[in-house]
C-alpha cells in the first residue's frame, strides 16, 4: 500500500475510534475510565488532525488533554469518593430529551456534511502549515494570540478567585479542611476526616 | 469522499456531547460532553481547512480559538465546581435547586 | 504518525538502509531502550557501591541486572480485591510506547532517526504528557491505597515539571528555527545547546527526572509509599513496570543528549558513538544524583517548580530568543 492510502485507511480506523471512545465515556461506570475514553476520543481526533497536515495543532491538542484529562479524573474521584468504579455508576436525568436533541444534533450537522457540496481544494503537501500558523499568530497584529492570552490570564485569575478559598490571596491550602462526612455540619477546621475519608480519595495535606 | 466522513464523524462526536451534557448529572461529566462537542468542532474545522480551504493560514486560527475555548471552560468550570463543593457540599445538579447561597 | 513528514535530513543514498521502514525502526528503537535500560541498571548498581564506598565486583555489576529480571519474571505474581485489569497492563504498554515515540523522532547518528519529524520536539512533549497518563493509571487501576496516593503525587509532580520543560524545549529550538529534532541537532554544529544556553540542560534535567519519577524526584514509586504505584505488582508485572519507567529515562537521556548537548556532533569519533556516550553521561548524572540527593518533599517542589523553575526557564526562552535575533 502506498503512503496516502495508508494514511487513508488510517484515518477511517482513527475516525471511528474517536466515535467509539466518545460514546463509551457516558457508557462506563467508573469515573477515571469515563475520564480517559473522552481522552481516547481527543488522541484520535489529534492523530486525525496530525494525518490531515495540521501537525502542530494535532500534537498540542494530545499534549493539552492529557492534563486536563489527569486533572478530570482525580477531581471526579475526589468529589464522588468513587475511585475504581466499584460503585455502578448511572446518574442521568431527562434522558428521553438529552437522546431526542443529540440525535438531532447529529442528523442535522451530519445532513449538512453529506449534502452540502464543498469545493475540492486539498492542502498542498509541500506547504508547511506549522510555520505558517506561527505567522499568522505572531505576525503583524498579533490579534488571536493576544486576544487568547489576554483571555487566559483573566480566566486564572476568575479560575483562582472563585476556587481559592481565600480569593487569590495568601496560600491555597491555608485555613483549608476537609468537608465534613456529615452533610448537613459546617465545614470547618475542627471537620475531621473520617477512616473511610482519609483512605481512598480524600488527598489531604 | 474523506472530507464527508470526517465531517459525519465530527457530527456524531457533537451528537454525543451534547447527549452528555444533558443527561449527565455530575457537574464534571457535564463538562466532558461540553468538551466533546467543542471536539466534534475542532474535527469539522481542520478537515474543512485541509480539504476544502486549501490550507490557507488563517484556517488554522479557528481550531486555536476552539482549543482557548477548551481551557476557558475547563479552568472556570473546575473553579466554580470547587467554589459550590466548598460552600454546598454539592457536585450534581439537582442538588442545586435553589441558588440563593 | 511518520506520513510524509519525514525528510532526509542530508540526502543519503537510496541503497543505505531506510531507518523508517517497520523492521530496521523497531529493532533500532527497540535496541536502544533494552540497552538504555540495562545501562541505567548497572550505573545504578555502580553508584550505590561507590556512595557507599564498597568495593565494586564486576560479576555482579554485569549480571546483576539479569539476575533481578529472572528473578521478578518467575516470581508468582498477586493480584488485589477487583483491580481494573485492562488498564493495569496498558500503563507500562502506554509508558514504554512513548519512551520509544521520543526516541524515534531522535536521530541517533547522521541520517540515522526513525522518524525526524517536522513537529519533533512538540511529538516529544505530546508523548511525556501521556506518560503522565500512564502512571496515575498504574496507580489507580490496582484499587489500592498506596499505589492511588502514588498516582495522585507523580500527577502533582508532572503539572509542575510540564511547563519549565515544554519551555526550554521551545528554547532550543529558537537557534534552529525548526521543531524537528534532526535540525535542532544541527544547529548545535560548533556550539552546543548546553554552553549557548546554560540554563536548558539543569531545567531538563530536573523535569526529566520528574517524568521518570527517579531519584530526588521519586514521588510516584517511592519508598516512602511501600513502593507507591507498583506497591502491589509483583512478579512479571513488577519486572515490566520497572522496565516501562527505565525506558522513560532512557528517551529523557536520548532527547536531552540531542537537545542539549550537540546529537551526534563531535571530534574523531562517529557520530553515533558520540551520540552513545552523550546518553550515558546524561544517564549517569541522572542515576548518580539519586544516590547523592534525598528526596524532596512534594509540596516543597511544586512550590519551587511554579515559582523558581518557571521563571528561570522564561529567562532561557527570553535569553535565546534575544541571541536569535
Redesign the interface.
Known amino acids: 500500500m502506498s503512503r496516502p492510502e495508508l494514511a487513508g485507511v488510517a484515518m477511517w480506523i482513527l475516525g471511528g475510534s474517536s466515535v467509539v471512545a466518545a460514546w463509551r465515556v457516558f457508557r462506563t461506570d467508573s469515573m477515571v475510565r469515563a475520564a480517559y475514553w473522552l481522552l481516547a476520543s481527543f488522541v484520535a481526533v489529534g492523530m486525525v488532525m496530525v494525518l490531515l497536515q495540521a501537525r502542530f495543532l494535532g500534537l498540542v491538542l494530545v499534549l493539552m488533554m492529557a492534563g486536563e484529562m489527569t486533572i478530570m479524573a482525580a477531581f471526579m474521584v475526589m468529589f464522588m469518593m468513587n475511585p475504581a468504579g466499584l460503585n455502578p455508576m448511572s446518574m442521568v436525568h431527562q434522558h428521553t430529551t438529552a437522546k431526542v436533541a443529540g440525535v438531532v444534533a447529529f442528523a442535522g450537522l451530519a445532513f449538512v456534511g453529506v449534502a452540502a457540496d464543498f469545493p475540492d481544494r486539498p492542502v498542498d503537501a509541500a506547504s508547511e502549515p506549522t510555520a505558517e500558523l506561527g505567522e499568522e499568530l505572531l505576525g503583524d497584529s498579533m490579534l488571536i494570540f493576544e486576544t487568547a492570552g489576554v483571555t487566559l490570564l483573566a480566566t486564572m485569575i476568575g479560575a483562582i478567585a472563585i476556587a481559592g478559598k481565600r480569593g487569590r490571596f495568601g496560600n491555597a491550602q491555608e485555613g483549608s479542611a476537609p468537608p465534613p462526612v456529615d452533610p448537613d455540619a459546617p465545614a470547618g477546621p475542627d471537620a475531621r476526616p473520617s477512616p473511610m475519608h482519609g483512605g481512598h480519595g480524600g488527598m489531604h495535606h | 469522499m474523506e472530507l464527508q466522513l470526517l465531517l459525519v464523524v465530527s457530527a456524531a462526536l457533537f451528537g454525543i456531547g451534547v447527549y452528555g451534557a444533558l443527561s449527565q448529572q455530575t457537574f464534571v461529566m457535564i463538562m466532558m460532553g461540553i468538551e466533546l462537542m467543542l471536539n466534534g468542532a475542532m474535527l469539522a474545522a481542520v478537515a474543512l481547512w485541509a480539504m476544502s480551504g486549501a490550507g490557507a493560514p488563517k484556517g488554522q486560527l479557528l481550531t486555536v480559538i476552539v482549543m482557548t475555548v477548551m481551557a476557558v471552560e475547563a479552568a472556570l468550570g473546575f473553579a466554580l465546581v470547587i467554589g459550590i463543593f466548598r460552600t454546598r457540599q454539592a457536585d450534581m445538579t439537582e442538588m442545586l435547586e435553589q441558588l440563593k447561597g | ?1 511518520a ?3 519525514d525528510r532526509d535530513v542530508d540526502g543519503i543514498d537510496e541503497d543505505a538502509v531506510s531507518w523508517s521502514d517497520p523492521l530496521p525502526a523497531v529493532l533500532l528503537v527497540g535496541a536502544v531502550l533494552v540497552a538504555g535500560a540495562y545501562a541505567t541498571s548497572v550505573l545504578d548498581t555502580a553508584a550505590a557501591h561507590l556512595v557507599a564506598g564498597r568495593r565494586l565486583r564486576l560479576g555482579e555489576l554485569v549480571l546483576g541486572p539479569w539476575r533481578e529480571a529472572a528473578l521478578l519474571a518467575h516470581m508468582r505474581r498477586s493480584t488485589t480485591e ?3 485489569v485492562q ?1 493495569w497492563a496498558l500503563a507500562p504498554a502506554l509508558l514504554a510506547g512513548m519512551a520509544a515515540v521520543a526516541v524515534a523522532t531522535v536521530p541517533l547518528a547522521p541520517g540515522v532517526a526513525v522518524a525526524d ?3 519533533g520536539i ?2 516529544f ?2 508523548a511525556m ?2 506518560v ?2 500512564g502512571v ?2 498504574h496507580g ?2 490496582s ?1 489500592s ?1 498506596f499505589p ?2 502514588g498516582g ?1 503525587r507523580f ?1 502533582a509532580l ?2 509542575s515539571y ?1 511547563m519549565p520543560l515544554a519551555l526550554v524545549l521551545i528554547a532550543a529550538a529558537l537557534p534552529a528555527e525548526s ?1 524537528s529534532v534532526g535540525a535542532i541537532v544541527e544547529s548545535q554544529q560548533g556550539l552546543w545547546n548546553v554552553v549557548r544556553q546554560p540554563l536548558g540542560l539543569p531545567l531538563f534535567l530536573v523535569a526529566g527526572m520528574g517524568l521518570a519519577s527517579w531519584g530526588p524526584l521519586g514521588m510516584s514509586d517511592g519508598t516512602d509509599l511501600a513502593g507507591g504505584t507498583s506497591a502491589e505488582s509483583s512478579g512479571g508485572a513488577r519486572l515490566v513496570w520497572a522496565l516501562a519507567r527505565r525506558f522513560v529515562l532512557v528517551a529523557v537521556a536520548v532527547t536531552g543528549a540531542a537537545v542539549f548537548l550537540g546529537g551526534w556532533h563531535g571530534p574523531v569519533l562517529a557520530g553515533g558513538l558520540w551520540m552513545a556516550l552523550k546518553t550515558l553521561v546524561l544517564l549517569a548524572v541522572l542515576v548518580g544524583v539519586g544516590h547523592r540527593v534525598a528526596r524532596i518533599r512534594l ?1 516543597r517542589f511544586v512550590v519551587v517548580a511554579w515559582a523558581v523553575l518557571i521563571p528561570l526557564a522564561l529567562i532561557d526562552v527570553f535569553v535565546s530568543g534575544a541571541l536569535v535575533l
Open positions: 504518525m506520513t510524509d513528514a477487583r483491580p481494573d488498564t519529524v517536522a513537529d512538540v511529538l512533549g505530546a504528557a501521556l503522565m497518563v496515575y493509571l489507580w487501576s484499587n491505597v492511588l496516593v495522585y500527577v508532572a503539572l510540564e521543531l509540596e
